[in-house]
């Protein structure tokens, strides 16, 4: 077996990604061996893009911010944070909509699981948006919020 080898950037050590071990035993004409990779865990950012651009098409939807957050049954969901615009608001119908909205745009698995209705997004002085804070604050047990 070869060992695991990790090349994470310095910019990912900072923020202190998440990687796992991943082993695949595949057999070959030399016998039984094993295929052992790194693997970032979290959904990629391409499809944060896709879903976050495809909310911001809806006329509800001023801002979005999208982030993967663990599940016990498919491991990581789909998480999206929307502020609305002027006009709008939030509810289970609403989140409902967005969902259908952005499953007819892309495709049945890449879309949002949980809707978060929220006033304001974490971002830098830039304007960038900070989804790490968004993931430590779904990390945190819901008491201590």
Known sequence: M???????????????E???DVKIPIDGPQG???FAFAART????????EIEDALLKHPAVRMA???GVPDP?????????????????GSDALAEELRQYVKKRL????YP????????????????????ILRKQEQQPQGDQ
């Open 73 to 89: 049954v498919r491991t990581e969901i789909i998480k999206a944070f929307i502020i609305l615009n002027a006009g709008h608001t």
């Open 42 to 49: 979290g959904i990629p950012f391409q499809i944060h893009y």
């Open 2 to 16: 070869s060992p695991v080898l990790r090349l994470p950037s310095p910019r990912q050590v900072e923020r202190q």
């Open 18 to 20: 998440t990687w796992r």
């Open 107 to 110: 495709s049945a698995h890449a």
């Open 65 to 67: 911010a999208v982030i």
């Open 113 to 132: 699981r949980e809707i978060e209705f929220v006033e304001q997004l974490p971002k830098t002085p830039s304007g960038k948006l900070q989804r790490f």
């Open 32 to 34: 039984h061996r094993l």
